[in-house]
């Protein structure tokens, strides 16, 4: 019913564990993802909607990972080697979401990239550019979460994302590189996932 009112993905569970899977922040109820969860990881599959593993503990992470059939995503997920909290993902996860073809989005909430202070667009970059070092560039993208309380100091709001590309360029990313960064990445896994 989703899948047919134009749902084109789903984040499996949020702040705390549910019927279909531990949460990063959750208690652990299921050791990952439930019987249920796989379930419904197949039928996503089948109807070709992208499965987003975002909020997920590390055990929900690698068990999905192998229960889906297409490559998956991380919406909104930084770098924990560079900001130690359990929302984000370990080079390890970032490694194998790459080698399934799938993509982590830098999320600009502070709590996700700076451990202590306020972060700034800086930090962000700071995210994409260890990010793309570990994954490639053709596996990373950006998932602002400004509806969920997101915004930095430097792009505070969809008005100053301007500034983000302005940093992508003084990094020397190419044209090319900022286009799959802007969307052409997570587009690519959507087409992908959609071919049912």
Known sequence: KLRRRGVVYMTLCHNG?????????????HGGVSAFGADVI????????MVDLSHAAESSFYQAIEASRTPIVCSHSSARALCDHPRNLTDAQLKALADKGGVAQVTLY?????EE?????QD???HLNHMVNVMGIEHVGIGTDFDGD???????????LINFTRCLLKERYSEEDIRRIWGGNFLRVMEEVQKV
């Open 110 to 114: 502070n709590g996700f990239l700076k």
């Open 124 to 126: 962000a970059i700071a």
């Open 150 to 160: 997101g915004g930095i100091i430097g792009c505070a709001s969809a008005s100053e």
């Open 42 to 49: 197949r039928e996503m599959n089948r109807v070709g909607m």
């Open 17 to 29: 564990d549910n019927d279909i899977c531990d949460s990063a922040k959750g208690n652990g109820e």
């Open 117 to 121: 202070g306020t972060a700034t667009i």
